[in-house]
């Protein structure tokens, strides 16, 4: 049996008083594509944040690949990692967020090379030509010496994707990637996931784009209220969900 | 009902007959003082063009501009590190910087530059070692604490203080979710910092520095009450012997207002320079600098 790409075991997190995740199990076999649905408060973004430890957890153990995230046990005692641990864990799961992120300061080029130069050390030169090669993917290679501020949000967000792979991650992490597009940009992002869904990337995508998570998902999880309400192939939850709050869900956002 | 046809073209131009009379005023203002200028005798412009490029002011000049740039150079390298402090998630850094902050902010410059000069009063020697144990070095505070080092410590320290609440500012300014894509990226603390967060905030923290650099530069005229020779102490030195002293201090006056204005200058580059990527069009041009033409209001990206 090969171990799955992704495992969360009971995981929990309280921002003060609030308790946000309450005992998330989760599993992501290598290659499957998981869309979380949920509505909005109910944790899906920080689940995705504690998956590369953005957020620390509180309780439970989430591992990505084999390797528990952001903590260590050896002899059955369990410690924080460093800082430095935790980033070298970081590299290997990319992200991409609803307010895509790119470095404003850089054009899209040096927005995709930063962290192949700068962490993994790659010469320059070859980084530039995988850069090219990403934004060939996405759609975008005549853009590659513009500010992201030239470019339109849907663009952002492929440029965002672009940056994202050059780090070659295992593991791709979607929040909300089309939320803050305007509605005639959002199909040319959903493309882009659609394409590395195709070419077997292991990817969790959270978001309220039914008709993406019926197409591309292997499997639809739904959350609410901080715990994985329902979880299975996309026909059986979006057609038949088994729960009323799944239901009462999507009669509302179908 | 059939609405008129109208071609707005040629249309003729609002006439401002305000501004007509602001400028008549302001025209014969100029003229006033241009004529108190050339007139009056007390001006003494012959003294003036005498000493403007004196060796002995240029000694001056050279004080003042060494004690601006070392000033300078303690304040921003302390400043990063207070703003860096204040921010930390150490909570007795966090107290540490923000008393240093509040101590120096609120307290006269002077007041700190003259403390720092007669430290020996407090202080008659200074050493260091484990506190209440061995010391290491010692030396007379009367020795160490030159002139020059005293103005160095009362304006750089005082500085740091303002330049900590100038970076501080940027760095907040910078966006939650820049620090976020590089961390998800794999970018370490340091690496982010300086790559990511530090040069965005440049654009906030430049133009109040360029402020501080200009303030800097007159603030030193304070030194010339520690007996630093300065510009100011200079010139205060020869119309003390000579009584000219309206001509005199004339003379630095032109010199503060020349090295302000190369300041000025140079600041204009530099936020060119950190304006890549901050707006859709190109950035503003160093003319459009000059006559203060208002800067392009960026567009919000969609
Ligand atoms: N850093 C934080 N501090 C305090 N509360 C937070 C923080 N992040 C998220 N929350 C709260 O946690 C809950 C879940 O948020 P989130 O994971 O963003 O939900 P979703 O992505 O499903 O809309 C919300 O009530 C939100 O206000
Ligand atoms: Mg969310």
Not at chain 1, 104 to 122: K, L, M, S, Y
Not at chain 2, 52 to 61: H, L, P
């Amino acid at each position: 049996m090969t171990i799955p790409m992704v495992r969360a075991r009971g995981v929990r997190k309280h921002f003060g008083h609030l308790e946000v995740l309450k005992g998330i199990d989760l599993e992501v076999r290598q290659g499957e594509v998981v869309v979380v649905l949920g509505p909005s408060g109910s944790g899906k973004s920080t689940f995705l944040r504690c998956v590369n430890h953005l957020e620390t957890i509180d309780g439970g153990s989430i591992h990505v690949d084999g390797e528990l995230i952001g903590f260590e046990a050896s002899g059955g005692r369990v410690r924080h990692l460093r800082r430095r641990e935790i980033t070298r864990q970081r590299r290997e799961i990319g992200m991409v967020f609803q307010q895509f992120n790119l470095f404003p300061h850089f054009t899209v080029v040096q927005n995709v090379i930063e962290a192949p130069v700068g962490v993994r050390g790659e010469p320059r030169g070859q980084a530039r030509e995988r850069a090219h090669a990403l934004l060939r993917r996405v759609g975008l290679e005549e853009k590659a010496d513009a500010y992201p501020r030239q470019l339109s949000g849907g663009q952002q967000q492929r440029v965002a994707i672009a940056r994202a792979l050059a780090m070659r991650p295992k593991l791709m992490l979607f929040d909300e990637p089309t939320s803050a597009l305007d509605p005639e940009l959002v199909g040319e992002v959903l493309a882009v996931m659609k394409g590395l869904a195709e070419d077997g990337l292991t990817m969790i995508v959270v978001t309220h784009e039914v008709g993406f998570a019926r197409e591309v998902a292997d499997r639809v999880v739904f959350m609410d209220d901080g715990v994985v309400v329902e979880s299975g192939a996309p026909a059986d939850v979006l057609d038949r969900p088994a729960s009323p709050r799944t239901k009462a869900f999507l009669s509302r956002v179908l | 009902m059939s609405l008129p046809d109208v071609d707005v073209a040629g249309a003729a131009r609002t006439r401002h007959p305000l501004r007509w009379v602001a400028s008549i005023v302001l025209l014969v203002l100029a003229a006033q003082l241009v004529s108190l200028l050339v007139t009056n005798p007390n001006f003494q412009w012959d003294v003036v063009g005498r000493y403007v490029n004196a060796q002995i002011i240029g000694q001056g000049i050279f004080t003042t501009l060494l004690l601006t740039v070392i000033a300078m150079a303690v304040g921003v390298v302390l400043g990063v590190l207070l703003a860096v402090g204040r921010l930390s998630e150490n909570p007795v850094a966090r107290a540490a910087c923000g008393l240093y902050v509040w101590f120096f902010r609120g307290t006269p410059v002077l007041v700190q530059l003259v403390l720092w000069y007669n430290l020996s009063y407090l202080l008659p020697e200074i050493s260091f070692g484990i506190p209440f144990g061995p010391e290491f070095v010692s030396a007379d505070t009367n020795v160490l604490i030159t002139p020059l080092l005293a103005a160095i410590l009362g304006l750089g320290l005082n500085e740091g203080a303002y330049m900590a609440e100038i970076i501080r500012g940027g760095l907040m300014s910078v966006d939650h979710g820049q620090t976020e894509a590089a961390s998800a990226l794999g970018i370490g603390g340091a690496r982010t910092f300086r790559r990511i967060v530090l040069p965005q905030a440049m654009r906030f923290i430049i133009p109040p520095t360029g402020s501080q650099v200009i303030s800097m530069l007159k603030a030193t005229s304070l030194v010339s009450v520690i007996a630093l020779a300065d510009l100011l102490y200079t010139v205060q030195s020869i119309y003390n012997r000579t009584f000219q002293t309206i001509p005199l201090l004339i003379v630095a006056c032109v010199w503060y207002l020349v090295i302000t204005s190369i300041l000025y200058v140079g600041q204009s580059f530099i936020e060119r320079h950190y304006a890549r990527g901050a707006t859709r069009n190109a950035p503003q041009s160093f003319w459009s600098f000059l006559t203060f033409r208002r800067r392009p209001t960026p567009e919000v990206p969609s």
